[in-house]
């Protein structure tokens, strides 16, 4: 039953990451339609592995505006994808200050696990002159995992899904860099 529901999971993910975004910009295959344009440096999607009970981990996600006009963030959330058991707290950090084209820019994401023990999946939704209005950008999971007791504890994988789905969304979803 575990199974059945990462795969459905997995497809959901897929298709929504799928949509296409209103981005154009300086790409060799597009015409230059004067707009900003994300092409991420780093992958668009994070597995922050086993985190401990009540710990905090940090990630950059690291991107490029390829486009000819400036790039400005003007907000991002986050929403659970299916049933996020724990929820884990995410706090997003982004520069307000515009990307001038051919510059970089960075979003730092803070994930603070809490609840029970479990695995979380979420996206990271970005309104921007860049995108479509929410449109979902990063995705994140992890799981959580008792506290050590100084005993050596069996490893859990949470990795096994994103091997499969990761190589699949980046094959199929349009700027997806």
């Known amino acids: 039953?575990?199974?059945?529901?990462?795969?459905?999971?997995?497809?959901?993910?897929?298709?929504s990451l799928h949509a296409?975004?209103?981005?154009?910009?300086?790409?060799?295959d597009v015409a230059d339609t004067g707009k900003p344009q994300f092409t991420f440096i780093t992958n668009r999607y994070f597995d922050f592995g086993a985190m401990a009970f009540n710990s905090t981990a940090s990630y950059n996600f690291q991107f490029k505006n390829t486009g000819t006009r400036p790039l400005i963030i003007s907000e991002m959330h986050y929403s659970p994808v299916g049933k996020n058991d724990p929820l884990a707290a995410i706090q997003i950090s982004y520069s307000t200050k515009a990307v001038k084209p051919g510059k970089k820019g960075n979003i730092n994401i803070t994930v603070t696990t809490s609840g029970n023990i479990g695995s979380f999946n979420n996206t990271i939704y970005v309104n921007s002159n860049a995108a479509a209005e929410n449109y979902p950008l990063l995705l994140l999971v992890g799981a959580v995992v008792?506290?050590?007791?100084?005993?050596?504890?069996?490893?859990?994988?949470?990795?096994?899904?994103?091997?499969?789905?990761?190589?699949?969304?980046?094959?199929?979803?349009?700027?997806?860099k």
């Open 146 to 176: 008792p506290a050590s007791s100084g005993k050596k504890e069996k490893e859990v994988d949470t990795h096994g899904f994103f091997e499969f789905l990761g190589p699949m969304i980046m094959a199929n979803t349009p700027n997806f």
């Open 20 to 28: 296409p975004a209103q981005t154009g910009g300086a790409r060799p």
């Open 1 to 15: 039953m575990k199974k059945a529901f990462r795969i459905l999971l997995l497809i959901y993910l897929g298709i």
